[in-house]
């Protein structure tokens, strides 16, 4: 038989045809892509109705709308799919599509870790057992995306999403929910039948449908007209009407059907169970060349360049050129970059289901052996398990998993790990092929499995481990397991198994040998101790931690050990020493390029410079963490953190439109609960200190399910105090009476004290609204204040507390004095009103210096314009009508003016704005107003400047 491939017939139509609707929604999701939001799209239907085509023809729209696109697909390997493979496959021509500027600018300053979806590009990237650091690469991610679709209008188009794996699952998840403004079209196609409920994309469609976050576009067959236009295509000429309804009836408008059918000519038969038949059809036409060529293919998996499939199949160079030109021409391959793969899934499980076991595993075997060369460990397991061969396939699943670990694919890595724990008790010499004894493997498993928040399993696994281990012989990896132990609990939440699993550790190693498993157990110690609290006991564990880690060089353990030490050593009063522990923290980690380190330390460095009242400082460090950690990738984690010290700062130091900004430019992240605490308070406190009370009540509500279930003492006092403060201002003392009971009782009797003076001074200002007793909170403000000298935040907090009380006893000015000084020592200039206007408040009661009530009242009111603070606004307003004092200053009018007019243009020679003048004048803005254009009129002069200038002649 004399094979002709250059004379096949077309098998598929040149056109898309139907589709109107679905290509229309493609388009405008790209014209709102050029207008700087972002569209996630998945379009789902059965196997061949098309959903490949109907990307193809939108992609090649977008590029003629000078659109970049990048596309990458999902490969049904199993057990051998690479982590994040559509992503990587997607991005691999970056380079080509941007200029070397645009390249560097994309990619941003944390290039190299970003090799897990740009191995070519970035290298590979340094890895860290935990889920922080998968969050990280998918920000990096997130921020790589962004970039790019501001220089270009983007597509990325992910095909067979039913195939992906549980790390590209995650990672898209994440960018569904977080590129609202970025100005990216996102299309993913997966077979609607192979996705259950159980499988790892059905959640994440569900929940970003849910959220409005994607679409979903449900491709269903073509009408017979369709068909009729499709078969026209493809036959160059219309078909008879008989014809194309027997097209129809048995494809049922499946697009590909109908191509298949038409190809296998009019002898095929009905459809249902022999579509395979007849895609098996069209091989056997063909040379029995062709058909070797088809099946190395299929086998392969995923798309093999020529010297593989030359491999594989054993043909000579011409042999494999006419083969392979054969089933190009025939529609049966595909030719995709540099290689080939089969045009379709189901034509690959037709080919791989008329497979006789023995061919099946010669195949497995010829592939496993040609991939040897080629560094792919899951894809080469893969194929010596098919093969049989489970010795080498127990080998590559323990190299799959090392590789899928260093890109942070733990969920990946975990399963290419349990594949080896099941395989090894089947491979007489396991430990010589993998490099690693039995507890080691189960060690490494236990390790990814807690990464991947899998803590039962990793548990279970670190036991069995433990089990193999013995103390007495091998007393440094017994305790190394038991510190594997005590991190899994630690982020189980098992806060005191962890501490016991530690002390295990320790009570292993020799007290008087200096060991990198002393220095690390020790470190963690103090960071559990730290987190519970327990300063004293967190300084000792560090203390020790850093000695040792200096005497092994271990730089990285230093580190972290003078970052807790910091924290622990400022809480107990040592204040300077904390601080400078934190500055070295800072520099190691910096040195050393720990992100994950230099992160944690910004964030506890500005905490701390917060608590010792170097707000200023506080700012300053906070701020700087906040852009560095988000260009490593750590915005959902330590950004968040030192957003939240940054806020705290800024809206004690009265730089409350620097909060605003900074609230503005991570409120698009979203992060966990967890993270997000710090700057939630900070925003209801913000709220609370302007007046606006509904607001601060959303932002508690938000952190109340948390507060409530948690134990953390400082989350826990600083929500009670926020919520004591609000119930306070809505009149609510009661309930402002609770909150601070509770979170007194919480801090009672620990070393976390340092919130309770303010608590105390908020429980006072209820108790005086009650008529209350203050005895029993001034008595406790002082005892935590005897253990907090040199502290000078709790120290204002405390004088403040005296105040408040003697609203109850006899009114005394000069309380309030103390606490104005406090204050204004600190710069806290919201505080400071409010004691002003107290202290007016004091003075017009014991019928003092109405002169000086007066300036006090003025200053205060000054103050709280300037900030926007309405509530004590109002307060000192209304004091003001009460006691009858002009918080304005009166001058003479100006001839022609009214009185009123003379009053507006003397605030307006003040700088202030028409909605400050109209609320201190206790009129509307529009009023104002009003009032504005009368006096430029009177005047005649043309604007407000020149107003003032004229007043300020008159006056002098």
């Known amino acids: 038989m004399i094979h002709t491939p250059c004379v096949a017939r077309r098998v598929s139509c040149p056109t898309l045809i139907g589709r109107t609707a679905e ?86 300053e944390a290039r190299h870790e970003l090799g897990a979806l740009l191995p070519e590009l970035c290298g590979r990237p340094p890895s860290r057992k935990d889920r922080t650091e998968r969050g990280r690469l998918y920000e990096l991610a997130l921020g790589l995306f962004r970039r790019m679709a501001a220089l270009h209008p983007a597509v990325l188009i992910l095909e067979d999403l039913h195939w992906i794996d549980p790390a590209s699952a995650d990672l898209l998840a994440m960018l569904g929910g977080n590129l609202r403004r970025a100005g990216l079209v996102i299309v993913g196609t997966y077979r609607s039948d192979e996705v259950s409920r159980d499988h790892p994309l059905h959640g994440t469609v569900l929940e970003l ?41 048995r494809s049922e408008g499946n697009p590909f059907f ?101 061919q099946r595993n010669r195949l497995h075997l010829a592939v496993a052996e040609a991939l040897e060369s080629q560094n792919v460990p899951a894809e080469s397991a893969r194929h010596w398990y098919a093969a049989g061969d489970r010795p080498r396939a127990l080998a590559g699943f323990v190299a799959a ?11 990946v890595a975990l399963a290419h790990y349990e594949r080896a724990l099941r395989l090894w008790p089947d491979v007489a010499d396991a430990e ?120 092994v060089g271990a730089r990285d353990l230093e580190g972290h050990a003078r970052n807790t030490l910091g924290v622990g050593l400022t809480m107990i009063g040592e204040t300077d020493e904390g601080l400078a522990e934190l500055a070295s923290a800072l520099r190691i980690a910096k040195s050393r390029e720990d992100s994950w380190e ?65 609230v503005d430019e991570v409120n698009d992240i979203d992060a966990p609960p967890g993270q997000r605490w710090g700057v939630t308070l900070a925003m209801a406190e913000l709220d609370l200190r302007r007046g606006r009370l509904e607001g601060a009540r959303g932002h508690l509500e938000t952190v109340a399910g948390a507060a409530m279930r948690s134990d953390g003492k400082e989350l826990v006092s600083s929500y009670r105090a926020c919520a004591a403060w609000l119930a306070v201002s809505e009149g609510d003392y009661e309930a402002s009476r609770e909150h601070v009971r509770v979170g007194l009782s ?6 976390y004290t340092r919130i309770g003076p303010q608590l105390c001074s908020i429980g006072l200002c209820a108790e005086a609204a009650l008529n209350g007793d203050p005895e029993e909170l001034l008595k406790e403000c002082r005892e935590f204040l005897s253990g907090l000298a040199g502290s000078p935040e709790p120290e204002a907090y405390g004088l403040h507390a005296e105040a408040e009380a003697t609203r109850l006893a006899a009114p005394n000015p000069s309380a309030w004095q103390a606490a104005i000084t406090a204050w204004e020592g600190l710069g806290e200039p919201y505080h400071v009103a409010y004691c002003r206007f107290r202290a007016a408040e004091a003075l017009l009661a014991v019928k003092g210096s109405r002169a000086e009530a007066l300036t006090l009242l003025r200053s205060a009111h000054e103050t709280v314009v300037r900030l926007g603070a309405v509530s004590l606004l109002n307060k000192i307003e209304a004091l003001s009508r ?14 022609g003016l009214t009185a009123r007019e003379g009053e507006i243009l003397a605030l307006l020679s003040d700088g202030r704005t028409n909605r400050q003048i109209a609320e201190a004048l206790f009129i509307s803005e529009r009023t104002v107003g009003v009032h504005v254009s009368r006096i430029l009129h009177k005047l005649g002069v043309p604007n407000r400047g020149a107003a003032a200038h004229l007043f300020r002649d008159f006056s002098l």
């Open 882 to 895: 009460r006691g009858r004092l002009e918080l304005v200053r009166s001058r003479d009018t100006m001839p």
């Open 209 to 249: 449908e849910r959220s409005g976050r994607a679409e979903r576009i449900e491709l269903g067959g073509l009408n017979v007209d369709e068909v009729t236009a499709q078969v026209t295509g493809i036959l160059g000429t219309e078909p008879a009407t008989r014809q194309t309804r027997s097209l129809f009836d």
């Open 746 to 751: 919480l801090i009672r009797g620990s070393e």
């Open 401 to 411: 998993a090392g590789a899928a670990s260093a890109t942070n694919a733990w969920a």
């Open 23 to 108: 290509l229309a929604r493609l388009d405008a999701a790209l014209a709102q892509a050029r207008s700087g939001s972002s569209v996630l799209l998945f379009a789902s239907g059965d196997a061949g109705i098309g959903k490949s085509r109907l990307v193809e023809t939108f992609a090649a729209r977008a590029r003629e709308h000078d659109a970049i696109v990048f596309s990458g697909s999902c490969l049904d390997l199993a057990e051998g799919a690479a982590p994040y493979a559509p992503f990587v496959a997607a991005l691999r021509p970056l380079a080509d599509e941007l200029s070397g500027d645009e390249l560097a600018h994309v990619l941003g």
């Open 598 to 662: 230099l992160g944690r330390t910004y964030v506890n460095f500005s905490d701390a410079l917060l608590w010792t009242g170097r707000w200023a400082e506080a700012a300053e460090i906070g701020m700087e963490g906040v852009h560095v950690c988000r260009g490593l990738g750590y915005g959902r984690t330590t950004c968040m953190c030192a957003a939240g010290n940054t806020l705290a700062a800024l809206l004690r130091l009265g730089r409350w439109p620097d909060a605003d900004r900074l």
């Open 432 to 551: 010589a092929r993998c490099g690693v004894d039995h507890a080691e493997l189960l060690r490494r498993a236990a390790e990814v499995a807690m990464a991947e928040g899998e803590a039962d399993r990793a548990i279970e696994l670190t036991q069995r481990a433990m089990a193999e281990v013995d103390p007495g012989t091998a007393p440094l990896r017994a305790a190394g397991l038991r510190i594997l132990m005590g991190r899994i609990q630690w982020v189980a939440g098992d806060v005191a198994a962890a501490c016991a699993s530690y002390d295990d550790a320790v009570a292993l190693l020799p007290a008087e040998a200096s060991t990198r498993e002393r220095a690390q157990v020790r470190a963690l110690q103090g960071h559990a101790f730290m987190l519970q609290s327990r300063y004293t006991d967190a300084v000792d564990c560090c203390r020790e931690a850093i000695a040792v880690a200096v005497a």
């Open 258 to 358: 109908v191509e298949e059918l038409l190809a296998a000519g009019p002898t095929s038969s009905t459809l249902t169970a022999s579509l395979r038949d007849v895609l098996l059809t069209r091989v056997e036409r063909l040379s029995p060349e062709t058909g070797r060529v088809l099946r190395a293919v299929a086998t392969i998996g995923r798309g093999g360049d020529e010297s593989l499939i030359a491999t594989v199949t054993g043909l000579n160079p011409d042999e494999l050129e006419f083969a392979l030109k054969e089933a190009v021409a025939h529609r049966l391959l595909v030719v995709t970059g540099d290689g080939y793969d089969v045009r379709h899934a189901l034509l690959r499980e037709a080919l791989d289901a008329d497979l006789l076991p023995g």
